[in-house]
């Protein structure tokens, strides 16, 4: 079992940035791929950026260049640094982890809003 803690959604206007936080407990985190997804009233849940237990990272193109996946093993956190932010990047954002790198996202954090207005 792993528990997801996601943090450091906010209103911002459109250009700031924000970084998103999420701590992993329960398994090992360095076995763990971890990944960020959103989703907006009225809308699907959609991918938004991933990091495999290796470091290898993979974003959706409509925040390719603007964010940033990083994980710290030492804190058992993935992180998602959102720069440029733009008012189509409102939504509620979900972190996930999975135990294989082709398998389903099989954990999943409450949520923290992000609002950009414009």
């Known amino acids: 079992q792993v528990q997801l803690v996601e943090s450091g959604g906010g209103l911002v206007q459109a250009g700031d940035s924000l970084r998103l936080s999420c701590a992993a407990s329960?398994?090992?985190?360095?076995?763990?791929?971890m990944g960020w997804f959103r989703q907006a009233p009225g809308k699907e849940r959609e991918f938004v950026a991933a990091?495999?237990?290796?470091?290898?990272?993979n974003y959706a193109d409509s925040v390719k260049g603007r964010f940033t996946i990083s994980r710290d093993s030492a804190k058992s956190s993935v992180y998602l640094q959102m720069n440029s932010l733009k008012p189509e990047d409102t939504a509620d954002y979900y972190c996930?982890?999975?135990?294989?790198?082709?398998?389903?996202?099989?954990?999943w954090g409450q949520g923290t809003q992000v609002t950009v207005s414009s």
């Open positions: 329960g398994r090992t985190f360095n076995s763990l791929s």
């Open positions: 990091i495999t237990s290796g470091g290898s990272a």
């Open positions: 996930a982890a999975r135990r294989l790198t082709w398998g389903r996202w099989e954990y």
